[in-house]
Each structure stands twice: as C-alpha cells, then as structure tokens.
Nanobody
Framework: QVQLVESGGGLVQAGGSLRLSCAAS????????MGWFRQAPGKEREFVAA????????NYADSVKGRFTISRDNAKNTVYLQMDSLKPEDTAVYYC????????????????????WGQGTQVTVSS
C-alpha cells in the first residue's frame, strides 16, 4: 500500500512557475513508476508527465513538453513536477499516481494503469 500526498499548488499569473511535490509513504518507493495527471472542470483526467523507477526515463504530454519537468528523489520518497511558463489552460487539479512495476525503464501514460492516487492539488493560472 502506498499513500500519496501532493502539495505546492496555488494561484499564479500566466508566465509564472510552480513546483508540485508528491510525497509517498512506505519504503519501496523506488519500485514504483510515477505519473502526474490533471483534470480541469468539465473535462476528463489527462496525462501530464511520467517518470520511471530510477528517473532515467521521462515522458510528457505534448501540451506541456518544454515547459514542465518531472523528477524524483528516491531517498526522499518524493516526485516533483516543475511547471514553468504556465498558461491559463494549465488550470486544473493535479494528481500524482504510482504504478508498481518490476520493469526499471518504463513509464505509462494511461491513468487506468496506475495503482495508487493522491488527493490532488489545485493549480490556477490567471491571465
């Protein structure tokens, strides 16, 4: 069982930056690939970014590529999402997710493939 707690959301002007954190419980964090998803009002949840167990492989949605950076610190059981050049269309509730896997160099972009989810953190970008 893994518990995930996101933090770092808030209100920011367009062009600004935020850094989201997701702290995981347990001693086996390094056996999970991690992902960030988001859900805007009236829209389906969508993939944002993912990172492999060791952090060597990352994957991004086209809409955030070049602006967002996912990283992880396995010693701190934490995954991060650095968001730069934010746009109003980035406004959403952001969720982190964990997927247990024996495959070291893999990521997933589909929410149904993840086993555990955090409660979400709100990000609002004003124009």
């Amino acid at each position: 069982q893994v518990q995930l707690v996101e933090s770092g959301g808030g209100l920011v002007q367009a062009g600004g930056s935020l850094r989201l954190s997701c702290a995981a419980s347990g001693r086996t964090f390094s056996t999970y690939s991690m992902g960030w998803f988001r859900q805007a009002p009236g829209k389906e949840r969508e993939f944002v970014a993912a990172i492999s167990r060791s952090g060597g492989i990352t994957n991004y949605a086209d809409s955030v590529k070049g602006r967002f950076t996912i990283s992880r610190d396995n010693a701190k059981n934490t995954v991060y999402l650095q968001m730069d050049s934010l746009k109003p269309e980035d406004t959403a509730v952001y969720y982190c997710a964990a997927r247990w896997t024996i495959v070291a160099r893999t990521t997933r972009t589909t929410d149904s493939e993840y086993d555990y989810w955090g409660q979400g953190t709100q990000v609002t970008v004003s124009s």
